[in-house]
């Protein structure tokens, strides 16, 4: 089970971190990925990397303002995120596979789902 935490109103520009605790993540062999859907709309990649971190993948939308990144000891996931813009307000979930996917930015291919938080930008 995951547990997303972070979220909230944030100005224009601002930052903020999310955190996913993933203790259900006791292998290297997992992919873990961030997700968002704003009202109205699907839910959409955001972030995604294999435990191992050989290396993260982004959505053209995050790609230079967010980073991912994970502490292996604590069995968290990060989403750092920077210069944030009105349209990154949105429901923000952690999600973990069991074994790489190909399709990482894919919904579908995660298992494991958090419930979500909140992130909104606005002045």
């Known amino acids: 089970q995951l547990q997303a935490s972070g979220g909230g109103l944030v100005q224009p520009g601002g930052s903020v971190r999310l955190s996913c605790e993933a203790p259900?993540?006791?292998?290297?062999?997992?992919?873990m990925g961030w997700f968002r859907q704003a009202p109205g709309k699907e839910r959409e990649f955001v972030a995604a990397?294999?435990?191992?971190?050989?290396?993260?993948y982004y959505s053209d939308s995050t790609k230079g303002r967010f980073t991912i990144s994970r502490d292996n000891a604590k069995r968290r996931v990060f989403l750092q995120m920077n210069n944030l813009k009105a349209e990154d307000t949105a429901v923000y979930y952690c999600?973990?596979?069991?074994?790489?996917?190909?399709?990482?930015?894919?919904?579908?291919?995660?298992?494991?789902w958090g419930q979500g938080t909140l992130v909104t930008v606005s002045s």
């Open positions: 259900g993540v006791t292998t290297n062999d997992y992919g």
């Open positions: 990397f294999r435990w191992s971190m050989r290396r993260p």
């Open positions: 999600a973990a596979r069991y074994g790489w996917s190909v399709a990482y930015y894919d919904p579908s291919q995660y298992a494991t």
